[in-house]
């Protein structure tokens, strides 16, 4: 199976910072990336497929970028309802794998 | 508006079997696929399986293969995910997701609408 491996594991900002959250592929997948939003207790929320584009009423702070194994995926001013863990999956070759998700915390 | 509904979880003893489903609405069910991911207490996501949109193609995850098997009744507009021989980790919220891509045949893609989970918990 694919590994998808997110870094860091969790990162603390403050409000209006930028966040960068990384995964990187254990082989290429070309674009068959996408983000997660997961707040506690509440139900995984697509933002981001093929590695770059943004759903449909998805706030344009968000944005992803890479292709082939490493992947990015970048909040440009962190806002209060963006504390949540993220999650990137691949879904280039089944078994469809998901990274181990990435905590950010309010510094 | 687009939405999943799942029930069926609860408490059931190791090697004990339990009927997940999930309810769709607000979508022409038939013609979308319909993957189940879990997640452990305090884990990440682990995609369980998808279903085709006509129910002719199933894969799962090799964790739950010839364990776990999904099933659709179109006409109900429901999907059902049977948990047999359950073990201790198999204790998880237990999701359905929407595939994203009309009448795709081996549905792999990424998932654009997902229920609120049902709780499965496996301990005797």
């Known amino acids: 199976a694919i590994r998808m491996t997110q870094s860091p594991s969790s990162v603390s900002a403050s409000i209006g910072e930028r966040v960068a959250i990384t995964c990187r592929a254990s082989?290429?997948?070309?674009?068959?990336v996408a983000w997660y939003q997961q707040k506690p207790g509440k139900t995984p929320k697509l933002l981001i497929h093929t590695a770059s584009t943004l759903r449909s009423g998805v706030p344009s702070r968000f944005s992803g970028s890479g292709s082939g194994a490493d992947f990015t995926l970048t909040i440009s001013s962190l806002q209060s309802e963006d504390f949540a863990t993220y999650y990137c999956?691949?879904?280039?070759?089944?078994?469809?794998?998901f990274g181990q998700g990435t905590k950010v915390n309010i510094e | 508006q687009v939405q999943l509904v799942e029930s069926g979880g609860g408490v059931v003893q190791p090697g004990g079997s339990l009927r997940l489903s999930c309810a769709a609405s607000?979508?022409?069910?038939?013609?979308?696929?319909i993957h189940w991911v879990r997640q452990a207490p305090g884990k990440g996501l682990e995609w369980v399986g998808v279903?085709?949109?006509?129910?002719?193609?199933?894969i799962y995850a090799d964790s739950v293969k010839g364990r776990f098997t999904i099933s659709r009744d179109n006409s109900e507009n429901t999907s059902f995910l049977q948990l047999t021989s359950l073990r201790p980790e198999d204790t998880a919220v237990y999701y359905c997701?929407?595939?994203?891509?009309?009448?795709?045949?081996?549905?792999?893609?990424?998932?654009?609408?997902w229920g609120k989970g049902t709780t499965v918990t496996v301990s005797s």
């Open positions: 082989e290429d997948i070309r674009s068959y």
């Open positions: 607000g979508f022409t069910f038939s013609t979308y696929g």
């Open positions: 999956q691949q879904y280039y070759a089944f078994p469809q794998t």
């Open positions: 997701a929407k595939d994203p891509v009309l009448t795709a045949g081996t549905p792999s893609h990424y998932m654009d609408v």
């Open positions: 279903i085709s949109f006509d129910g002719v193609n199933k």
